[in-house]
């Protein structure tokens, strides 16, 4: 007499096989999302570092009663230079797709700053590697690159400081030349803590 069904084993031997197929798609699945959040990124930096290139001399806050920092976002808003989604309830900061605090100021030093604040999670280091790959591809308009830990002023480190092209010589990092063993060090502060990168314009 035949039987018909699976027996206990089979049944099991399929849902092993889906199992392994199930994780591997969720692995696919998550380097994709996170090659897709990258590039996301990249792209609305790049935005915001283009306004500031083509702004620069409308940007900058001729008033010597300025003290400290003075808020770009908003007028970079109302310019429509902001991707929609960066946008939230501040008047001060935007934020990126990883939800990374942005913000973007005249200083009365005279040149004009964008910090991001990279929160720690397993991605800080891949995050700080693409802004500095993003700077790298406007490296002649930007002055400098830098990154401090996000301790307390009092306790503050700082990495050492990647050029643009208009202060880059021989003896400096220089953004256009940069490796990634060297974006590796700039970002260390990154790796282990939440950490602060500068981009500077003047």
Known sequence: MRENGRSMIEMLGVLAIIGVLSVGAMSGYSKAMLKYKLNRQAEQFSTIFNACIRYINDLRII???VGGEYPLA?????LNEIPNEMIKNSSYYVYDIFDNQVKIYYHNTNYLGIVTVINDNSMSLQICRNLITTAKENHAA?????FRNDY????????GYIHGDKTCTMSRVCLKDITLQQMDEACKFCA????????TFK
Do not use: A, G, Q
Not at 74 to 78: D, E, G, V, Y
Not at 152 to 159: A, G, L, V, Y
Not at 192 to 199: A, E, K, W
């Open 152 to 159: 307390d002023d009092k306790d503050t480190e700082w990495s």
């Open 142 to 146: 930007i002055n400098s690159v830098f």
């Open 63 to 65: 008033d010597d009663e």
């Open 74 to 78: 908003p007028i970079l808003i109302k």
């Open 192 to 199: 282990s803590d939440r950490c602060l990168m500068y981009v």
